[in-house]
């Protein structure tokens, strides 16, 4: 049984090969000790002035849990396809066992900890359909919900048609949702621009996995859109 409690570091090194993996770091409290694990890498790579990213998934084992080390400057873009066929892998594998989930690692500034946020119930959809538009063709299955679309840019963030100023997003929507909901349980639905940083994307993640109200929930679909063919993402 491998076991998981390591002091804040800013890098990862990757056995022999000393390759180095910079992980998100965030003042964010999360899972901090996670037995039986098998690791996989997402290294970021230059190739003729491109940015790619290198995945090494050679010790994974079905029958454990798994953790995503990202490298942080990777854009979504580029992680998200790898991170589907993975997710799948771990889950349809025929030697996959009940139980064991997927989970993204970064560097908790406050514990001064590394810690992991676990994702495996997450769906990415890559069609570069926005929230918006996805509730009102399956209007039916979100009519009890009080529905905030959330967009993330890399230069800007939206409560549904409000472009956010400054950094107070977090209190902006947690009194926008309390002016709204009418008694409702509160889906919020996320829409990220393909071109987001992963340092980004994980602090938006772990800023909704804050909220510490039942009556707070974020849908699993995740909207993983690309600006070009988005006219209305608010896009910079």
């Known amino acids: 049984m ?9 890098f990862l090194i990757f056995g022999c090969t000393k390759k180095e993996v910079k992980l998100p770091t965030l003042g964010a ?16 790579t230059l190739k003729n002035n491109d940015t790619i990213a290198t995945v090494n998934r050679k010790n994974t084992i079905s029958t454990t849990h798994w953790l995503f080390n990202i490298d942080k400057r990777l854009p979504l873009k580029i992680i998200i396809p790898s991170i589907q066929k993975l997710q799948y892998n771990h889950a349809n594998s025929f030697h996959s066992k009940k139980g064991m989930h997927n989970y993204f690692s970064y560097s908790d ?42 967009t993330f840019n890399p230069t800007n963030t939206w409560i549904n048609d409000a472009k956010m100023v400054g950094n107070e997003f977090r209190t902006t929507l947690l009194e926008f949702i309390e002016f709204t909901t009418g008694g409702n349980q509160t889906m919020l639905h996320l ?11 994980l602090l938006y993640k772990t ?16 909207f993983i859109f690309n600006p070009t063919k988005v006219p209305d993402c608010g896009c910079e």
């Not at 076991?3 to 804040?8: G, P, S, T």
């Open 29 to 44: 409290k999360g899972i901090q000790e996670i037995h039986n694990h098998s690791q996989v890498w997402f290294f970021l």
């Open 207 to 222: 800023m909704i996995h804050s909220f510490e109200d039942k009556n707070i929930i974020a849908n699993e679909i995740e």
């Open 2 to 10: 491998k076991n998981i409690f390591i002091v804040l570091f800013l």
């Open 109 to 150: 500034t406050i514990s001064k900890k590394l810690s992991f946020l676990k994702f495996d119930h997450v769906e990415f959809k890559t069609d570069s359909l926005l929230s918006k538009y996805y509730i009102k063709k399956h209007s039916s299955k979100y009519l009890k919900y009080n529905n905030i679309n959330l």
């Open 191 to 201: 829409n990220f621009n393909e071109k987001l940083s992963y340092q980004d994307y």
